[in-house]
């Protein structure tokens, strides 16, 4: 069986889409999860939809919102993400490497559904984080990866991280 040039071109986007995102520890645009401000939305009551990569965020409220002092608040929610899988690489025999889907790990409470507050992945946690920055995934899917500055060229403060993404 013989490749087509298009589907070869398919399977190389792939590969590259796999090769760059984890050296970078954020999501490729194409593959990005949640809400992020600095990018185009439609957004509705419920849902968020990602101008760029047609991906449909649902965020439901679960129970009440809590103070943390200040502005500062926080709430349980249940969100739904139409972008389900993770893709990685696998090894076939006689092909090489291949990009594999994989059921996204987040998922706890149903295919694409995640009941959560958020989470910290330390870094060069395989495959996860495989960068040297701590990543922090919202309870919508969305990774921000925290930098020892807010700025470039500032002065770095002893233990205080930065997401420079607008979140």
């Known amino acids: 069986m013989t490749q087509t040039p298009k589907t070869f071109a398919g399977w190389a986007a792939v590969?590259?889409?796999?090769?760059?995102?984890?050296?970078?520890?954020t999501q490729h645009p194409n593959l990005a999860r949640g809400f992020s401000p600095e990018k185009a939305f439609h957004v509705g009551d419920l849902d968020h939809v990602n101008l760029f990569n047609g991906n449909l965020t649902v965020t439901v409220p679960i129970g009440q919102e809590y103070s943390a002092g200040g502005s500062l608040r926080y709430r349980l929610t249940l969100v739904y993400?139409?972008?389900l899988?993770?893709?990685?690489?696998?090894?076939v025999a006689n092909v090489g490497l291949?990009?594999?889907?994989?059921?996204?790990?987040d998922s706890n409470a149903g295919f694409g559904w995640q009941?959560?507050?958020?989470?910290?992945?330390a870094p060069?946690?395989?495959?996860?984080?495989?960068?040297d920055r701590?990543?922090?995934?919202?309870?919508?899917g969305a990774e921000h990866v925290f930098?020892?500055?807010l700025h470039a060229g500032e002065t770095q403060a002893a233990n205080v991280f930065y997401s420079r993404d607008s979140s």
Not at 16 to 24: D, E, F, N, Q
Not at 85 to 91: C, F, G, S, T, V
Not at 124 to 131: D, E, I, L, M, Q
């Open 15 to 25: 590969a590259l889409l796999l090769l760059v995102a984890p050296a970078t520890a």
């Open 81 to 83: 993400n139409s972008n």
């Open 85 to 91: 899988w993770d893709w990685r690489q696998r090894q």
């Open 98 to 105: 291949a990009p594999e889907a994989v059921a996204n790990g």
């Open 115 to 121: 009941l959560s507050l958020g989470h910290l992945v």
């Open 124 to 131: 060069n946690t395989v495959p996860r984080n495989p960068g």
């Open 134 to 140: 701590w990543l922090y995934i919202g309870p919508d």
């Open 147 to 149: 930098l020892d500055t």
